[in-house]
């Protein structure tokens, strides 16, 4: 199975960009749909944005559709999260899971393999 590393937070003010890339290690990594979470602290972790099989597509939560965007390169093994215009709601330790699924899961129960997560901090 695949095994995560996110990379790429940081501490930037509102209206700034981000890119998070999730890279993974291990076989089979294009049969696995890779999905962000966030975690503020206190809160539940909550679905970002997720990204399978080329034929099916992304799927992003109502809060940072249009916004964000998720892409995936299987020969390199990464996932990357583009954001733009940060909010300082959209702080957060941001995680990458996998699973293998045919659809893109939102719910983080779902996800059996996590990576150790990068602090996002948007300062206004």
């Known amino acids: 199975q695949v095994q995560l590393v996110e990379s790429g937070g940081g501490l930037v003010q509102a209206g700034s960009s981000l890119t998070l890339t999730c890279t993974a290690s291990?076989?089979?990594?294009?049969?696995?749909?890779i999905a962000w979470f966030r975690q503020a602290p206190g809160k539940e972790r909550v679905f970002v944005a997720g990204?399978?099989?080329?034929?099916?597509?992304?799927y992003y939560a109502d809060s940072v559709k249009g916004r964000f965007t998720i892409s995936r390169d299987d020969a390199k093994n990464a996932v990357t999260l583009q954001m733009n215009g940060l909010k300082p709601e959209d702080t957060a330790n941001y995680y990458c899971?996998?699973?293998?699924?045919?659809?893109?899961?939102?719910?983080?129960?779902?996800?059996?393999?996590w990576g150790q997560g990068t602090q996002v901090t948007v300062s206004s």
């Open positions: 899971a996998a699973v293998r699924s045919l659809v893109i899961r939102t719910s983080a129960r779902e996800y059996s393999i």
């Open positions: 990204i399978g099989r080329p034929e099916y597509g992304t």
């Open positions: 291990g076989y089979a990594f294009s049969t696995y749909v």
